[in-house]
């Protein structure tokens, strides 16, 4: 009998075992923050294969996106970064992704490789952090990253515990479930957050700090992690590119990230490039709020600059070839009529830079005194209208494949490039 009741308490003991972690799963699903979840799950749970992977901060995440490499070059990628991301974190982060991909290219935003802290102490920062940890799956690798990050002393375990098990910081946040929570959804866009908004910005100081002019990093720990990520892409035979994305910097930040040229030039399979001396975007129509975030036009741009210069310097094959990689289509199709949805009720410069990069046709008619603004004919120029349509006082242009439907008043219509149906309007744009 003794034996017996030792055997059923066994069993009790297992079926308690399994439904408590049945339950603490079904619970940190509901209520773990789903920002990481949203852009990163699929890298975690997909089982394609990328030829370029990107990490880095917000620079990164809002500035590179990889359904239109995928689109305009063939190029399969992952846009890793994330926001406020340091690169302690970021170190991290490419220790666990180059365990499950091999990829052929590895580029890294270097911007928050000015800073010298391993993470900033601030609530923000610490919540930020969960956007780019949380959606790791727990493992001996997240473990140690975030015992790094965290500087996790014996007497730190709570905090440690707060990250490797999101729940025990989430678990009070009943009272702002929302019905994303209860059905969250994975974003198609393959990490990449477009900013469909527009703030205008200013010239950067060129004349100032020309492309040769350079300062001292003055940030041991952000060279430190930079450092360790050019070894581990060395030791794995991995092409790394050091990069600087466009953003409203001042002279000093520009001077210092010059001087990352010298670092990469240390290592045989690292290269720098720097796209502030590029002429790549536009600050009065490119940026998306005063830091100089690259808004979704900018973000096409600079995407575009990478497509050339990735497909020019290391023969990538074309995915576009590939039947494995047909989903990307529909990915784009979901994520271009996203774009659309904010087009109804957007300004005049807005609604033009939402159309930047789009590969879609559309129809805009402006009036003379909207043709003297010159962010107005920069976008416009972006989106292939010649210089002669901008010289007749008014404009009424079609763009190739577009029917010739206008709208009331100053408008911009856009149009399905397979159907030619209708995709969304915004009218009155004076």
């Not at 946040?173 to 994975?186: A, C, I, K, M, Q």
């Not at 020309?210 to 794995?236: F, I, K, N, Q, V």
């Not at 094959?317 to 289509?329: H, Q, T």
């Not at 994520?335 to 009720?345: D, E, F, H, I, K």
């Amino acid at each position: 009998m003794a034996e017996r009741g030792k055997g059923r308490f066994l069993v009790q003991a297992v079926c308690f075992l399994l439904g408590f972690f049945v339950l603490f799963a079904a619970l940190s699903r509901l209520l773990d923050d789903k920002m990481g979840l949203k852009y990163d799950g699929e890298f975690f749970t997909g089982r394609e294969q990328y030829q370029v992977l990107f990490f880095g901060s917000s620079h990164m995440f809002n500035g590179v996106l990889p359904l239109q490499l995928y689109r305009d070059y063939g190029i399969a990628s992952y846009n890793l970064g994330m926001t406020n991301e340091y690169p302690s974190t970021t170190y991290w982060r490419m220790v666990d992704a180059l365990d499950r991909q091999d990829p052929d290219l590895v580029v890294v935003d270097v911007y928050r490789a000015l800073s010298d802290a391993k993470i900033g102490q601030s609530d923000s920062d610490l919540a930020f952090l969960h956007n780019s940890m949380d959606s790791m799956p727990l493992s001996l690798t997240k473990v140690r990253a975030l015992a790094d990050i965290l500087d996790a002393k014996p007497g730190d375990l709570d905090n440690l515990f707060n990250f490797l098990f999101p729940l025990a910081q989430f678990h009070s946040r009943y009272s702002t479930l929302t019905e994303d929570d209860f059905h969250p959804y994975g974003m198609e866009s393959k990490g990449a957050m477009p900013l469909r908004v527009h703030c205008a910005g200013t010239p950067l100081p060129l004349a100032e700090v020309p492309a040769g002019s350079t300062a001292p990093l003055d940030s041991p720990t952000g060279e430190a992690y930079l450092r360790r990520m050019l070894e581990l892409c060395a030791g794995r035979e991995i092409p790394v590119v050091l990069l600087v994305l466009p953003y409203q910097a001042p002279a000093e930040e520009m001077a210092r990230l010059n001087g990352i040229a010298d670092l990469a030039a240390e290592y045989p399979g690292a290269t720098f490039l720097n796209l502030l001396y590029a002429d790549v975007v536009d600050p009065a129509t490119d940026f998306a709020d005063t830091e100089g975030h690259l808004n979704s036009a900018g973000a096409a741009k600079v995407t575009d600059c990478l497509g050339q210069w990735i497909t020019a310097r290391y023969g990538l094959a074309d995915c576009r070839l590939d039947p494995a990689y047909d989903s990307w289509r529909q990915n784009l199709a979901s994520v271009r009529r996203q774009q659309m949805n904010a087009l109804p009720g957007a300004d005049r410069v807005t609604a033009l830079m939402l159309l930047v990069g789009q590969d879609l046709p559309f129809t805009v008619q402006l009036s003379a005194p909207a043709l003297q603004d010159p962010a107005t004919c920069s976008l416009l120029r972006a989106l292939g209208v010649p210089e002669q349509a901008l010289a007749g006082g008014e404009l009424a242009w079609q763009s190739p494949g577009a029917p010739a439907q206008f709208g009331s008043g100053d408008s911009v219509i856009a149009f399905d490039p397979e159907t030619g149906a209708e995709l969304a309007r915004a009218e009155n744009l004076g």
